[in-house]
Nanobody
Framework: VQLQASGGGLVQAGGSLRLSCVAS????????MGWYRQAPGKQRELVAS???????NYADSVKGRFTISRDNAQNTVYLQMNSLKPEDTAVYYC?????????????WGQGTLVTVSS
């Protein structure tokens, strides 16, 4: 499975960005996709995730500002980020967890840098 993320960039505080991640390869129907981020000097943290059934989960720090969604037909997950803050600055990573032959497998995409200026 390959994950290709895009959409990062530089934005002013209060602005918006939308990240996209396209999955390709052997994709199982039972899966969850999500976004993690890692700021300089900090650990990678979960931002948001969404299951193949559409259930979502968000970090408290982004609730009400970020929205995760997916297009199962296109094997794509999106992260709409509104009201961005300087503390949202990080490298954002797309992830996927897939159930194959009764085992869960984790996959990661390359990071995309989001920089929010004050």
């Amino acid at each position: 499975v390959q994950l290709q993320a895009s959409g990062g960039g530089l934005v002013q505080a209060g602005g918006s960005l939308r990240l996209s991640c396209v999955a390709s390869g052997s994709i199982s129907s039972d899966n969850a996709m999500g976004w993690y981020r890692q700021a300089p000097g900090k650990q990678r943290e979960l931002v948001a995730s969404i299951t193949s059934g559409g259930s979502t989960n968000y970090a408290d720090s982004v609730k009400g500002r970020f929205t995760i969604s997916r297009d199962n037909a296109q094997n794509t997950v999106y992260l709409q980020m509104n009201s961005l803050k300087p503390e949202d600055t990080a490298v954002y990573y797309c992830s996927a967890r897939m159930l194959k032959s009764l085992r869960w497998y984790d996959y990661w995409g390359q990071g995309t840098l989001v920089t929010v200026s004050s």
